[in-house]
């Protein structure tokens, strides 16, 4: 039997979520807004996509590369001058690619209240040093929310990679099983 190395095993070991957890908080600078004096939408997907990147990344210690952005929703303007934090945690692992979810907070900056005001999904794969991917470990979640997001995740893969041309719709069993009427 072939027996891989000690250091390659260790790195396969499955993981929990807050292991892969990763926060980041910004101040919105006039640089960073639209004419209406609000944060440009490009600005906290470019926020987003690092600090996802990072989970990711935290999970399975290899380079990782975005494969998709599956749900990204803007519920509020954040203004100039407000607080935003971003907090990423990986959702579930498959085979070499990884949901990775991201909440993000406004800080009200005279009362300092934190609002919930953004919410999105990415999606990563490991890739070796020519690109190809590889392998990642398993995700065991422990919280409810991770129990939640952890089940959700596999009919948000199916429907990303029908959108992609990667599936087909009539393979995607736990898509389809959301639609059956009783
Ligand atoms: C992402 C990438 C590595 C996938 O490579 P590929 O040869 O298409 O590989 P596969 O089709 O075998 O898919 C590999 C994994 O990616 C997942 N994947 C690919 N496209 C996906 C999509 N649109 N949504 C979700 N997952 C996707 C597959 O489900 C598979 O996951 P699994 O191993 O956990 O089952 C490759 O397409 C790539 O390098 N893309 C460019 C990445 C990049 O430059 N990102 C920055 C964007 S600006």
């Not at 959702?91 to 900056?109: C, G, H, K, L, P």
């Not at 999904?121 to 991917?133: E, K, M, R, S």
């Not at 065991?140 to 719709?169: C, W």
């Amino acid at each position: 039997m072939l027996s891989l190395p000690v250091k390659f095993q260790d790195d396969m070991k499955s993981k929990t979520p807050k292991e892969s957890l990763t926060i980041h908080t910004e101040l919105v600078l006039p640089n960073d807004t639209n004419v209406l004096g609000n944060l440009m939408g490009g600005k906290l997907l470019h926020w987003m996509d690092v600090v996802s990147a990072i989970a990711a990344h935290r999970h399975c210690n290899r380079v990782v590369v975005t494969a998709s952005v599956n749900n990204v929703s803007f519920s509020q303007p954040i203004r100039l001058g407000e607080i935003v934090t971003l907090q990423a945690k990986i959702s579930r692992a498959f085979t070499s690619s990884m949901e990775v979810f991201i909440d993000v907070w406004v800080e009200d900056n005279t009362k300092g209240k934190k609002t919930k005001c953004n919410e999105a999904i990415y999606t990563f794969v490991a890739v070796d040093q020519l690109g190809n991917p590889i392998n990642v470990p398993e995700l065991v979640p422990e919280t409810d929310e991770e129990k939640e997001r952890y089940a959700g995740a596999l009919r948000r893969r199916q429907l990303s990679l029908i959108l992609a041309g990667k599936m087909k719709p009539e393979d995607a069993n736990e898509l389809k099983a959301i639609f059956k009427v009783s």
